[in-house]
């Protein structure tokens, strides 16, 4: 960590956060170099820590041993363009936080055999609370593949999926994820306002409620149904709630849900591909 220079290309939230996960786990910060061609995000990026920063994308590649790539799908040819020459000469990893963008895409824009890694974290990377897919091509090592877990680690759990195709799952699952418990959140606050709750209390409540069951599921080792199971008494309150649930066709809702997100993220693939 001491001694790993990482760079990145895009200034914006995620790669703050992560830079941010970075420095609390020791990297010194003077082995990070953001660039960004905004000076609003470079100007917000100093404020969090005293990192080099640019506006030129090959002084934040040169001398790195891993470049994140930062920035919106829809500029990531631009920004592969500008880093091609520098990173081919560091010998650098690339690790892309960019939707919908292929390995295959990646390779061509930065140069065959180069090492990459292709990721997907969420929005609960900003709390340090994210969860991270990640698939590597194969020009990657057991060593690069280390360098990615400890960049995306900085913010969350980590875990590598084999098959880059798998990427569009997650992209439904967790990627698009933290909007699903928003929604259902606000559906709960919404119920309990109409049954004469304030909307305060019912927010403080269900928030509450949400963040100790995520707790009670990440920390322990009884699985999910378990889990549910003991909250649910025979002929109680929790009990006809499930059963509405279940005769709404809940689990149908859910599984069409996330099979249209990712059906989403392999047609936009194909788009910025």
Not at 19 to 37: F, H, K, R, T
Not at 76 to 104: C, D, K, N, Q, Y
Request: proline residues 5%.
């Amino acid at each position: 960590m001491k001694h790993l220079r990482v760079g990145f290309i895009g200034a914006g939230n995620m790669a703050s956060s992560i830079i941010g996960g970075l420095l609390e786990q020791g990297m010194p910060a003077e082995n990070i170099c953001a660039s960004d061609p905004t000076p609003e995000a470079i100007e917000r990026l100093r404020q969090l820590a005293p990192v080099g920063t640019t506006q030129d994308n090959a002084e934040a590649v040169n001398g790195a041993d891993v470049v994140v790539l930062s920035v919106k799908p829809q500029v990531m040819a631009e920004a592969a363009a500008s880093i091609r020459e520098p990173l081919a000469a560091s010998g650098a990893m690339a690790v892309s936080i960019a939707a919908g963008i292929t390995l295959a895409s990646l390779e061509a824009a930065l140069g065959e055999g180069t090492p990459v890694v292709r990721c997907m974290p969420n929005t609960p990377a900003l709390l340090r609370e994210g969860a991270a897919a990640l698939h590597a091509n194969g020009a990657c090592g057991p060593a690069q593949r280390e360098i990615a877990e400890v960049i995306l680690g900085a913010v969350g759990s980590v875990c590598w999926v084999p098959e880059e195709s798998q990427i569009d799952t997650v992209t439904a699952l967790s990627g698009s994820g933290p909007a699903y418990f928003f929604l259902f959140l606000e559906a709960m606050v919404d119920a309990a306002e109409e049954l004469g709750l304030d909307r305060e209390t019912s927010k403080q409540l269900a928030v509450q409620t949400a963040l100790g069951s995520a707790r009670m599921a990440a920390e322990g080792d009884i699985d999910l149904q378990e889990l549910r199971r003991r909250v649910t008494s025979p002929g109680g309150t929790t009990e006809r709630a499930i059963q509405s649930f279940e005769a709404a066709g809940l689990r149908e809702i859910v599984s069409a849900a996330i099979r249209a997100a990712a059906e989403r993220s392999r047609e936009l693939a194909g788009e910025l591909g």
